[in-house]
């Protein structure tokens, strides 16, 4: 602490960022000299007046590379009104990654794939075209079919040998009201003709084929096949269709992967299009097809990312002013903060300055925190990070 701090010049360009010494609790403010690259001072706060009061003290200072914090644009305004300030090209693409994050997030029902649209689909018969059951037409088959027949050839070769219907009842141990049927009928046909084993004709029979086709093209869905024949006409229940098809039809259909998150999906819009995958590339196109306002969102980034990169900044007005026509509420709020910040957005989107060198600043700071393992105040890091700069 007794050691004297290195000699610092009255920068031409500084730089100005804050810091955390405790995390959401206590932060400072760092200048640095944008043109060596070297630290020139460490206060205590971000609030405007310690950043104003040391530009007082140290008059000379032509351009200052800020965030978009309205304390340091405050403090230059007061402590230096001369200088140019510069705001920063990193913060600013960081400042329209959240709002583009709100416009993604209002239009979350977009990230959804659309439900693909059965059009094409067979066409079923109309439930009055259901074929009329033609009983007869095959032999009974089953086992009641062949009990049938053992006891109507037993009952007539009794009757045939002079037994009555009761002497009948006595010898088989049947009641008289069983022997009776079986006496009656000419012939064991007649007695299972139109009976449970007998095919019946049933309301999904009309559809039937459409539903052999649709399991055919891969629909399991029994709920689904269920809604489809309904719309076509059949007044058949749900647990009909169920039970016809069996259980490989009632197990879920396989779940759809998720939609893409808010998060990722603003990635994939502030980042460069060259940095995406093919996967990202569709996902991204499906999303800007199927929502209007997110394809729009995507153009003003692009137009922004141009402006950025190519030191564009003479054509900032006419992009806020497309982009407060649009009416995209998170983008307008975006342009609103840049229109209000406007001379200093300008100066980042066209001067060769920025806060790099800040920012590198930054992270060696944080490096020797951690050296002291978190139990230095603010007079020794200063000291340190000070010293450290110089040798």
């Not at 920063?88 to 997030?105: I, S």
């Not at 439930?127 to 009329?132: F, G, L, Q, R, S």
């Not at 137009?303 to 002013?321: D, H």
Request: hydrophobic share 35%; charged share 25%.
């Amino acid at each position: 602490m007794v050691l004297p701090d290195p000699p610092a010049p009255t920068p031409r360009v500084l730089g100005v960022d804050d810091f955390a010494l405790l995390r959401g609790h206590i932060y400072g403010t760092i200048l640095v000299d944008c043109d060596t690259g070297a630290p020139i001072e460490l206060l205590d706060g971000r609030e405007a007046e310690p950043l104003a009061s040391w530009l007082r003290d140290h008059p000379g200072v032509e351009v200052i590379c800020r965030d978009r914090s309205g304390a340091y644009a405050e403090a230059a305004r007061s402590g230096a009104p001369q200088a140019r300030q510069v705001a920063d090209r990193f913060h600013l693409w960081q400042n329209l990654g959240k709002a583009v994050e709100r416009c993604v997030a209002e239009h979350r029902s977009c990230l959804r794939e659309p439900a693909v649209q059965v059009d094409d689909q067979p066409e079923a018969p109309e439930a009055d075209e259901a074929p009329e059951a033609a009983p007869g037409d095959t032999e009974p088959r089953g086992r009641f079919a062949d009990r049938t027949r053992t006891r109507h050839a037993l009952v007539h070769e009794l009757l045939n040998q002079g037994n009555s219907l009761r002497g009948i009842s006595i010898q088989l141990g049947w009641s008289r009201h069983t022997v009776q049927p079986y006496a009656r009928a000419a012939t064991w046909e007649e007695m299972v003709d139109g009976k449970w084993e007998q095919p019946r004709s049933t309301k999904l029979d009309a559809f039937k084929p459409y539903l052999h086709q649709r399991v055919e093209e891969g629909c399991t869905n029994a709920a689904r096949l269920h809604r489809e024949i309904t719309e076509r006409g059949c007044r058949g229940s749900y647990s009909i269709v169920r039970d016809y098809l069996g259980p490989s039809c009632t197990e879920p259909a396989p779940a759809p992967p998720p939609p893409p998150t808010v998060r990722q999906v603003t990635g994939w819009l502030t980042r460069h299009p060259a940095t995406l995958d093919q996967d990202e590339k569709l996902k991204l196109k499906a999303i800007l097809e199927h929502c209007p306002q997110l394809h729009t969102t995507a153009d003003q980034v692009r137009r922004f990312g141009e402006m950025l990169t190519e030191l564009r900044g003479q054509e900032l007005p006419a992009w806020i002013a497309s982009v407060q026509e649009e009416g995209l509420s998170g983008l307008r709020g975006f342009a609103s903060g840049v229109e209000a910040d406007f001379d200093a957005v300008q100066q980042g989107l066209t001067s060769d300055h920025n806060s790099g060198a800040v920012e590198g600043r930054v992270n060696h700071l944080k490096t020797v925190k951690r050296q002291m393992y978190g139990r230095a105040g603010l007079p020794l890091l200063r000291k340190r990070v000070l010293l450290t700069a110089s040798r």
